[in-house]
């Protein structure tokens, strides 16, 4: 009896690999696809990146509720939107490119607007990372060596995915030889409705933040932790995205829409839930559960309709949003921030999960 049990519980969770296509260096990449009862998800180690999450709408009508390329190709043509990627070794900007660690200046390549954004020009999201298969998922690394993209320090990096039933979990964990900086997430654009079905607008969030991080025109944080009371930035009691979108509030003209850093309630490095989505039509909902402070709720403000997806679906202004779970962007340069510090002998752990359920 016991046996049978163990070995149906085993039999949940499926993975297995094909290939995804060739670098232009002839470098095989993979997608690894796991399964269990109610999600399918599939990963490349192009980026460490999610290819794609089949899971069911209130109806039992399975969809792709993420933005993706049904090839490598359409990832190796696209060095703008991150689609699903891991994103490091910074993730979000730095300003101006600079900061200084030990008493020592580091200039990264500014690839935005004078600052740095996801970790310059050749982030983590444009290495093929070593795959090794699980019983449950697929585990990433990647080594970065000292120098790369400008920061110091040889930076090992591990994101293991693993699917237990509709939560697809990120482990990520990061370790160096000398002392660096470090802000590792994962830059999936979701769509509740499924890929192709429009905007994001009609659905809901619910973020757990009393607080978020105001910026400046280039999006770097000013600094300041500004309460939501009472401004279109409060989503602690859910609100649809498109309600305020629009606002002549300051922080959303400068972003066009939403694509800010929230500071999540609750301790750092304990897990707590960060966000809910939730998409009326389809009934989908997204928790997302983290133990980063903070979170970027992107709206998809700068796709523009130039890339195309699985049967020509076109990638247009606010057709998937993100929830990068992350320490604050330009931390490096905010001394008040948590800090984003790592040096040798630490290993930095964070834990992310995405977990899917549908409502009538
Ligand atoms: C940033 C956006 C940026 C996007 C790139 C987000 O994390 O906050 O400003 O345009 O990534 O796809």
């Keep these: ?59 039992g009508k399975v969809g792709d509720v993420v933005l993706g390329y049904d090839s490598l190709a ?35 390549p500014q690839n935005n607007d004078g600052n740095t954004l996801h970790g310059g020009t050749v982030g983590f999201d444009q290495h093929v990372w070593t795959a090794k298969q699980t019983a449950d998922g697929v585990e990433m690394s990647l080594v970065s060596k000292d120098g790369d993209q400008g920061f110091p320090g040889t930076l090992t990096a591990h994101v293991k995915y693993t699917l237990t039933g509709n ?17 590792l997430t994962n830059h999936t654009y979701f769509n509740l409705g499924g890929v192709g079905s429009g905007t994001i607008v009609d659905e809901d969030v619910t973020l757990n933040a ?20 009472g401004t ?12 305020h979108i629009n606002d002549k509030y300051e922080p959303i ?23 809910r989505v939730h998409d009326p039509k389809s009934g989908r ?16 403000n700068f796709l523009d309709g130039s890339f195309k997806g699985p049967g020509g679906v076109v990638y247009a202004k606010r057709t998937g949003l ?15 921030f948590p800090t984003t510090e790592l040096k040798p002998g630490q290993t930095r752990h964070s834990t992310t999960t995405f977990t899917f359920t549908a409502e009538k």
């Excluded at 003209?253 to 960060?274: C, E, F, I, M, P």
């Design 232 to 243: 279109p930035m409060d989503f602690r009691k859910g609100l649809v995205i498109g309600k």
């Design 210 to 229: 009393d607080k978020f991080t105001p910026t400046d025109k280039g999006l770097i944080p000013t600094g300041v932790l500004q309460p939501v009371e």
């Design 1 to 59: 009896m016991l046996l049978t049990m163990t070995m149906a519980a085993e039999a949940k969770v499926t993975v297995s690999k094909a290939a995804f296509g060739k670098m232009p260096d002839g470098t095989a990449v993979d997608v690894y696809t796991l399964k269990s009862d109610s999600i399918e998800a599939k990963i490349t180690n192009y980026g460490a990146r999610i290819v794609a999450i089949r899971t069911a709408d209130k109806a």
């Design 253 to 275: 003209v400068l972003a066009g829409g939403y694509d800010h850093n929230w500071v999540l309630n609750g301790a750092a490095g304990v897990s707590k839930t960060a966000a």
């Design 322 to 336: 993100c929830l990068e779970t992350q320490h604050y962007p330009d931390s490096p340069n905010k001394p008040s």
């Design 74 to 108: 359409g990832y190796l043509a696209d060095k703008k939107t991150y689609f699903g990627a891991v994103v490091g070794r910074y993730g979000n900007r730095i300003a101006k490119g600079e900061f200084k660690l030990d008493g020592k200046t580091y200039q990264l």
């Design 167 to 183: 939560a697809l979990r990120l482990d990520y964990s990061a370790t160096t030889d000398k002392d660096t900086v470090v802000n």
């Design 285 to 300: 909902v997204l928790t997302v559960t983290t133990t980063e402070p903070g979170v970027q709720f992107y709206t998809g």
